[in-house]
């Protein structure tokens, strides 16, 4: 089982920042891809950036221009800063690992607990 661990959601006002952060754990050989997806209230989930492991990266394209998603290889971590927030990016946002390899098998989709990002006007 490949646990995902989020951390730096919260309550930022608009045009403010916020960068989130998410370790998968376990011995883990390689990730495929990492990523972030969110999901607003009463809306369904959707993409906001990936990475593969060789650093191509894709966003949703009302974050182009705002967010960036990096990774740290060896530390098996995906990164999202969030600027020039929005109250329209309010949502639980999820972090996505597609293509787990680990010591305990081959993992296609897990996911992350979610973590709450507010933007207030």
């Known amino acids: 089982q490949v646990q995902l661990v989020e951390s730096g959601g919260g309550l930022v006002q608009a045009g403010g920042s916020l960068r989130l952060s998410c370790a998968a754990s376990?011995?883990?050989?390689?990730?495929?891809?990492m990523g972030w997806y969110r999901q607003a209230p009463g809306k369904q989930r959707e993409l906001v950036a990936t990475?593969?492991?060789?650093?191509?990266?894709n966003f949703a394209d009302s974050v182009k221009g705002r967010f960036t998603i990096s990774r740290d290889n060896a530390k098996n971590t995906v990164y999202l800063q969030m600027n020039s927030l929005k109250p329209e990016d309010t949502a639980v946002y999820y972090c996505n690992a597609d293509g787990v390899y680990g010591h305990s098998g081959y993992y296609p989709d897990s996911w992350g607990q979610g973590t709450q990002v507010t933007v207030s006007s």
């Open positions: 376990g011995t883990i050989f390689s990730i495929n891809a």
């Open positions: 990475i593969t492991s060789g650093g191509s990266t």
